[in-house]
Every structure is written in structure tokens, then in C-alpha cells.
């Protein structure tokens, strides 16, 4: 049991170190084991100095933007919209997701690199922790948490969007629920 806790935390801060692990880690949805995306969002508001209710605002209203510029553009259906809208509102690694982390950074008020130092600093917390915890937990020895620590210090994280979360889809498709256009 010891050594599958311990390759479970090995295999995070090491596909960390390639970049890799970070999409999965707290990237909306917190899909890997990882971080979800309230406790990212939650932590990053306790980096950025805001209330998690402001950032969770920012982010809900910059998906809200990014859907209305959908329907303006015809890629959505008007009548689409208060459903994405809704879901983003419910949703919140969804909002994350479809969000541009430009238009989160000018509903705080703050610069986008702030934001992205804001997640990063958050997603590390996130990570020190657990490794945290996993040593309280006997699973790993102190050097092993030690060499661990020092590897996430290492890793290249990702500030606001995860790693791979590019390009534009509101997951919502003909066939599953509505009729986003391609």
C-alpha cells in the first residue's frame, strides 16, 4: 500500500516536472486526481487577496462573455445561451474552461500575469499539500517528500488555464443536450 501512495505522488510531482501533470492536476474539473476547481479557485482568491466570491464572479462573467461573443458570431444559437449561461453559473470548472483568462484579469482589475502568478502560486499550494499529507499519512518518508518539494519547485506549473485547455468548444453539442454549431 505504501509503495502505490507513493508512486501516486511520485507520478504527480514527476509528470509535473514535464509539464504534463498540470493539465490534469487542477485544470477545470479536477480530472487525475488532482486539485478541483474549487479548491483551486478557492486558494487562488486567498493568493490573489480577493474574496472567492469576486474571483468565482470574474470567472462566471468572462464565460458569460465568451458565450455571448459565441451567439454573436452565429457559432451558437441564441437560444443556446441561457443554458451555457446557467451551466458556467453551476459549473464552475466549466466557466474556467470556456473563459479567456484575459477578460477574468479585467473583471478583478488586476494584470493577466498577476492572474496567472495568482493560479500558480495556488496550484503549488495545492501540491505542497498534498505531499503533506501523504508524508502525515506514512506514505512517504521525509527525504521522499523532501525530493518531492524540490521537484514541484522545479515544475513549470500553469497559471490560470491548465495546460491544453486552448481553443474554443462549450461542450455542448447536437445530440447531447443543444445545438452548438461547428
Known sequence: MRKVALLSVVSV???LAVGVAAASACGPGG?????SASALVTQAAKQLNVTRAKLKGAIV???NTRIDEQVASGDVDAADAADLKDRASDDLAYAMKISRTKTVAANLGITVAALNDGFRAARKTLFTAK???ALANG???ADEAADLKDELADADLPGY???GSGGFDLGYHEGRGG???R
Open 13 to 15: 510531482v514527476g509528470l
Open 61 to 63: 462573467d468572462a464565460a
Open 31 to 35: 480530472k487525475g486526481g488532482g486539485a
Open 139 to 141: 506514505d512517504i518518508t
Open 131 to 133: 505531499i503533506d499529507k
Open 179 to 181: 445545438g452548438h454549431r
Open 161 to 163: 488555464k491548465a495546460l
